[in-house]
């Protein structure tokens, strides 16, 4: 699904959504209450659905089966790879999701030349290929800071709630640490980019079952590797997050917004 597509089905919803409450309000205002109940009743199963329906989708198509193909290709009931069949082999690629909580504007010349020499050990002790993508939007400043504040308020809250020794305090403290440096980059005047990173390998086999299995085995090899040479959050994606990143493969969004609407 394209963004075109995206737009429409987000204006078909919508449009379900207030024709559900108008003829809600329609049926009480008529002294209509059995139909009122049941309109009530569809119309907070359909906002249910628009908030959440991304986290039962993959559930439903997995129990009924659904295999959902796009040219040569298919995303399986799964809905965490995606498998193409050659001649004689099937190839399975998987998508990992990249937070970056660290820059290199942020270290000297010499943090710089560590960072740059451990990750090249690391990807050279990489066993099969692997692609990284980036992609960079501009950011209305006015607006964004009041965003990261926000973020780095939220992420502060997490950590005083987290128990004393816990595995996350590190993740958050990065985390926090991120925000910071950006408030901090903004108020001097830098022009700031939004950055989405985001990573695939692909493994290939006689049979599908191997080639899934080669590929789960390869992702998290990536997930280990990436996490600890980056300082990153690295995680596996699946359903529409991974349907989006196969899609930027071809296409990616015109504007900022239509970046920000299709990831959040």
Wanted: with cysteine.
């Amino acid at each position: 699904m394209g963004v075109s597509g995206m737009i429409i089905n987000r204006f078909i919803t919508i449009a379900a959504l207030l024709g559900g409450g108008l003829s809600l309000i329609m049926a009480l205002i008529l002294g209509a209450y059995i139909p009122a109940i049941f309109a009530a009743a569809l119309f907070t199963i359909s906002i249910f659905m628009w908030k959440y329906g991304y986290l039962l989708f993959p559930h439903l198509s997995s129990a009924a089966n659904i295999v959902e193909v796009r040219g040569s290709y298919t995303i399986p009931p799964e809905r965490d790879y995606v498998l193409k069949k050659s001649s004689d082999r099937y190839h399975a690629t998987k998508f990992l999701e990249i937070m970056l909580y660290e820059s290199t504007m942020d270290k000297n010349e010499g943090e710089k030349r560590l960072l740059f020499e451990s990750f090249e050990k690391a990807v050279c002790s990489m066993k099969h290929p692997l692609k990284m993508s980036f992609l960079l939007a501009p950011i209305d400043v006015s607006k964004y800071i009041d965003d990261i504040k926000t973020k780095r308020s939220e992420a502060e809250e997490k950590k005083s709630k987290l128990q004393p020794q816990s595995p996350d305090t590190v993740r958050l403290d990065r985390e926090i640490t991120m925000w910071t440096r950006q408030i901090d980059r903004l108020t001097a005047g830098e022009r700031p980019m939004e950055v989405i990173a985001y990573a695939s390998t692909t493994a290939s086999a006689a049979t599908k079952d191997e080639a899934v299995a080669r590929a789960r085995r390869q992702a998290q090899e990536l997930k280990t590797i990436l996490s600890s040479t980056l300082s990153a959050s690295v995680k596996e994606l699946s359903d529409l997050d991974m349907v989006r990143c196969f899609e930027w493969e071809y296409f990616i969004p015109e504007q900022r917004e239509d970046l920000m609407d299709e990831v959040f």
